[in-house]
């Protein structure tokens, strides 16, 4: 992909469904009694992984672009290996469903996701009963589960949403209370939809959810609003350029997802939300971004635990826009991004480097100096769709031209990027 710079952005978009909520949406209707309806289903490739494997297991699923339909069963054992694909979410959520099934199966995927760590999932999930097989903790995964799965209470190690979520889709078929604590806020879209599709569950101040099981899922319609995540990489490009005006429609604006907004405008973005409506639990709005810097705003640029969990998506492109703010920005605490599709701190330090930048690599993070002039350059995606992403954003502040080998990844989580962000582009 060969990008030029840019003037300024404009115009008003509606993105694809979140794949976050396109994802557990799913799985909530294969377990709910009745038809679930899912309007705005993602687009990612990721999310079409989870529908795959649940198609797998015997559930009825019917797709026609971005509307589904799902008929809620009982799941039987897999014939074959289930294939998640690229999907992080698809292998680490779904072990959880699985957990719980009198059957045993496996779950694979591409050679990225079984490079991936699953020890934090394989740890609570046999602790309630399940028994894993893999390899050093890496998929391919066999999962024993057993129909009188544990409750238990845990403590995890480092936030996580999927773990999270593991633990609590594994818990509906517990008999007693499963808890789970953080410490730190992770993405809630878990609770969130338990508590909109009729299965009650608490989270408390000191960020301990709570689930008393068995439990049940009713299903129901729901329309899944615009991925917070995809929304950032337009937003910052609106921010970084004067001059620009954008409005994004429908947009999911859950807190542990729009951190990044907060954040932006603690660096002086011109960022708004308006006309806030809820949607199962899940607050949906529209953005609207000015182009330019207010410089004169004073904050904290070092981003670290405990915000890390709701920007884990987001720091690649935050630190393209670190290299923007006077005094830079510090990211630490987020090594976890060392064990993404690509290792994010990495691929996000070389292709800054190789655009003139500034930056320190840290086994937890990057100090990012700024401001700089960025300049076009031949980069790598590194066969990552949030650093293909991330880069589009600062070939369009750079000077010249820039390429981005592999591009082509960011279908596996929007398909649509590169049309959507040329349509509101002026060069």
């Known amino acids: 992909m060969k990008l030029n710079p840019a003037k300024r952005i404009q115009g008003r978009l509606k993105l694809p469904g979140d794949k976050s909520i396109s994802h557990r949406a799913a799985l909530i209707g294969a377990l709910a009694s009745g038809v679930t309806n899912i309007h705005n289903f993602s687009t990612a490739v990721d999310c079409g992984s989870t529908l795959s494997c649940l198609r797998q297991l015997g559930v009825r699923v019917e797709r026609h672009d971005s ?10 054992k897999p014939d074959a290996t289930l294939d998640c694909g690229n999907s992080g979410s698809t292998i680490r959520i779904l072990s959880g469903v699985l957990a719980r099934q009198d059957f045993s199966s496996e779950l694979s995927g591409d050679s990225s996701l079984n490079s991936r760590p699953m020890g934090r999932i394989i740890k609570p999930l046999e602790l309630m009963g399940a028994r894993f097989e893999s390899t050093d903790g890496k998929p391919p995964l066999v999962i024993h589960g057993t129909s009188s799965i544990q409750p238990i209470t845990y403590e995890t190690p ?17 008999n007693g209370r499963t808890q789970v604590k953080e410490s730190s806020l992770s993405r809630d879209h878990t609770e969130r939809l338990f508590n909109g599709f009729g299965v009650k569950v608490i989270t408390e101040k000191d960020l301990t959810v709570t689930l008393d099981g068995p439990a049940q899922l009713t299903g129901g319609e729901i329309t899944v609003p615009g991925d917070a995540s995809s929304a950032a990489y337009f937003v910052a490009a609106a921010m970084l350029l004067s001059g620009s005006e954008l409005t994004i429609d429908g947009i999911g604006l859950n ?6 907004l907060s954040v932006l405008k603690s660096w002086g973005a011109n960022v708004s939300t308006v006309g806030i409506t809820n949607e199962r639990n899940e607050p949906v709005g529209s953005i609207r971004v000015r182009g330019g810097i207010n410089s004169s705003v004073s904050s904290e640029r070092r981003l670290d635990r405990p915000k890390i969990p709701s920007v884990i998506d987001e720091l690649p492109l935050l630190a393209v826009v670190g290299t923007q703010i006077e005094g830079g920005i510090e990211i630490r605490d987020a090594a976890e991004l060392r064990h993404k599709e690509s290792d994010r701190l990495s691929s996000t330090a070389t292709n800054l480097q190789l655009m003139g930048a500034d930056v320190e690599e840290h086994p937890d993070g990057l100090i990012v100096n700024g401001p700089t002039q960025l300049h076009g350059a031949e980069l790598d995606s590194f066969g990552d769709h949030r650093i293909a992403m991330a880069f589009t954003v600062a070939a369009l502040i750079a000077e010249g031209p820039t390429t981005i ?3 082509n990844c960011v279908g596996i989580s929007f398909p649509e990027f590169f049309e959507l962000m040329d349509s509101v582009v002026l060069r």
């Open 67 to 76: 509307e589904v339909k799902i008929q809620g069963t009982k799941l039987q």
């Open 158 to 174: 480092i936030a996580s949403a999927q773990v999270k979520s593991a633990i609590l889709f594994a818990g509906l078929g517990a």
């Open 255 to 260: 807190p542990t997802r729009a951190e990044f």
């Open 405 to 407: 080998a592999g591009s």
